[in-house]
């Protein structure tokens, strides 16, 4: 197993770890902040995924395929709220669950009855098609380009919340939403805003991953599901946490699947590694997430407003 090898598995393990900070700071904000769970946020992934993928099928460019995917979630993230999930926010976690839920058994529905279960792909731009020379090998330019606009928004978010007046009233309505309001700030609109935000944030993750997976029916699922784990890890409401848990299950999940059977191989029966290979990749974030609970239940980063 090459240096070169293990080295662009972890870079690939911090590209995967960028897409699911950029679900999980939109889905950790709208809980922190709103007290709302959304199993919605997959879908949302999905559809920003989509619309990129027909907006770069139409003019063919990825410019715009991008710029569309993020506002058009938005858009379609604050419409889905003031519309359907307002009244859910002063309702139990558990119609919360049922009513988001229904909309991603909806959303997946309808996505196959307009463009049906075949997949769609987008083409990495010429300008990202070819690999770039790092540390002495070769690696895809535009996994790097996702990594360094996931640390941006990153960047972004941190100024967002810690040094705007916006970020000011983000965080005080997450330690008392009651107060805030009473102080006349329009607390109805200001969680509308951080959902439209975190559904902008999952557009991009979908449209960005557009040219590296295939965009199909359900893919928003699994993304949920890891971005759960990135949020229990780094700490609920947390951003710091949502960016460390995203870094690590990322790592974690991409060297546990491209590294851990080869390393069985070497000390297994070809046999046994073949089988537990891919069983013990699958659970490995979770069984971190388990230590991470049993060590520090409110997570690496639990969430610090002041």
């Given at each position: 197993?090459?240096?070169?090898?293990?080295?662009?598995?972890?870079?690939?393990?911090?590209?995967?770890?960028?897409?699911?900070?950029?679900?999980?700071?939109?889905?950790?904000?709208?809980?922190?902040?709103?007290?709302?769970?959304?199993?919605?946020?997959?879908s949302?992934?999905?559809?920003?995924?989509?619309?990129?993928?027909?907006?770069?099928?139409?003019?063919?460019?990825?410019?715009?395929?991008?710029?569309?995917?993020?506002?058009?979630?938005?858009?379609?993230?604050?419409?889905?709220?003031r519309?359907?999930?307002?009244?859910?926010?002063?309702?139990?976690?558990?119609?919360?669950?049922?009513?988001?839920?229904?909309?991603?058994?909806?959303?997946?529905?309808?996505?196959?009855?307009?463009?049906?279960?075949?997949?769609?792909?987008?083409?990495?731009?010429?300008?990202?098609?070819?690999?770039?020379?790092?540390?002495?090998?070769?690696?895809?330019?535009?996994?790097?380009?996702?990594?360094?606009?996931?640390?941006?928004?990153?960047?972004?978010?941190?100024?967002?919340i810690?040094?705007?007046?916006?970020?000011?009233?983000?965080?005080?309505?997450?330690?008392?939403?009651?107060?805030?309001?009473a102080?006349?700030?329009?607390?109805?609109?200001?969680?509308?805003?951080?959902?439209?935000?975190?559904?902008?944030?999952?557009?991009?993750?979908?449209?960005?991953?557009?040219?590296i997976?295939?965009?199909?029916?359900?893919?928003?699922?699994?993304?949920?599901?890891?971005?759960?784990?990135v949020?229990?890890?780094?700490?609920?409401?947390?951003?710091?946490?949502?960016?460390?848990?995203?870094?690590?299950?990322?790592?974690?999940?991409?060297?546990?699947?491209?590294?851990?059977?080869?390393?069985?191989?070497?000390?297994?029966?070809?046999?046994?590694?073949?089988?537990?290979?891919?069983?013990?990749?699958?659970?490995?974030?979770?069984?971190?997430?388990?230590?991470?609970?049993?060590?520090?239940?409110?997570?690496?980063?639990?969430?610090?407003y002041?």
């Amino acid at each position: 197993m090459s240096p070169e090898f293990l080295l662009t598995q972890l870079l690939n393990g911090v590209q995967f770890g960028v897409l699911l900070f950029l679900m999980a700071a939109g889905l950790t904000l709208v809980f922190g902040v709103m007290s709302f769970i959304n199993l919605a946020h997959g879908s949302l992934y999905m559809m920003g995924a989509y619309i990129a993928a027909l907006t770069y099928g139409k003019t063919g460019s990825f410019a715009l395929a991008i710029l569309a995917g993020v506002v058009g979630l938005f858009v379609l993230a604050l419409i889905l709220d003031r519309l359907a999930f307002s009244v859910l926010h002063r309702r139990d976690h558990l119609d919360q669950v049922l009513a988001t839920f229904g909309v991603v058994m909806f959303a997946n529905e309808a996505v196959r009855f307009f463009w049906g279960n075949a997949p769609l792909y987008m083409d990495v731009p010429a300008w990202l098609a070819a690999p770039v020379p790092l540390f002495g090998f070769n690696y895809p330019a535009y996994r790097g380009a996702i990594i360094v606009a996931g640390l941006l928004v990153a960047l972004g978010l941190h100024m967002l919340i810690n040094r705007t007046r916006v970020g000011m009233i983000i965080r005080a309505g997450a330690s008392n939403r009651d107060m805030v309001s009473a102080l006349g700030v329009n607390i109805g609109w200001l969680t509308s805003f951080i959902f439209a935000l975190g559904g902008a944030l999952a557009g991009l993750a979908g449209a960005m991953v557009g040219p590296i997976l295939s965009i199909q029916p359900g893919m928003g699922e699994p993304v949920l599901i890891l971005t759960l784990v990135v949020i229990v890890i780094g700490g609920i409401g947390s951003i710091r946490g949502a960016f460390f848990g995203a870094l690590i299950v990322g790592i974690v999940d991409t060297l546990g699947r491209g590294v851990l059977p080869g390393v069985l191989f070497k000390v297994f029966d070809p046999s046994v590694a073949a089988a537990a290979g891919p069983a013990l990749a699958s659970v490995g974030v979770y069984v971190l997430m388990a230590a991470v609970l049993a060590l520090k239940p409110a997570g690496l980063f639990p969430v610090r407003y002041s």
